[in-house]
């Protein structure tokens, strides 16, 4: 299991283009690149005050990093950014 340190959050991305795509919208394969700005709390770092584990949230995608799987220990597409990006919770 993956722990943030600090005031992190590790958080599984919302796959908008999917979403997107189940409203009828066709769109064209660049925008598969596109970092998104949506997604599930996965695990918190222990000075992390504001969000818990299973919060949806929204966040600044400019500042966020995604985390790269060296050691084979990643299953997933994960972002890792400190709290303070995070714009909003959402249900």
Do not use: C
Not at 18 to 47: C, F, H, Q, R, W
Not at 63 to 80: A, E
């Amino acid at each position: 299991m993956l722990k943030p340190t600090k005031n992190r959050v590790l958080v599984e991305p919302i796959n908008q283009i999917k979403e997107m795509e189940k409203g009828g919208i066709l769109l064209p394969s660049y925008a598969e690149n596109i970092m998104p700005d949506k997604g599930t709390v996965i695990a918190v770092g222990p000075e992390v005050k504001e969000v818990k584990v299973g919060d949806k949230i929204i966040f600044d995608r400019i500042r966020v990093d995604n985390l790269k799987d060296r050691q084979g220990l990643i299953d997933k597409k994960y972002l890792i950014f400190p709290e303070t990006l995070i714009m909003v919770k959402y249900e």
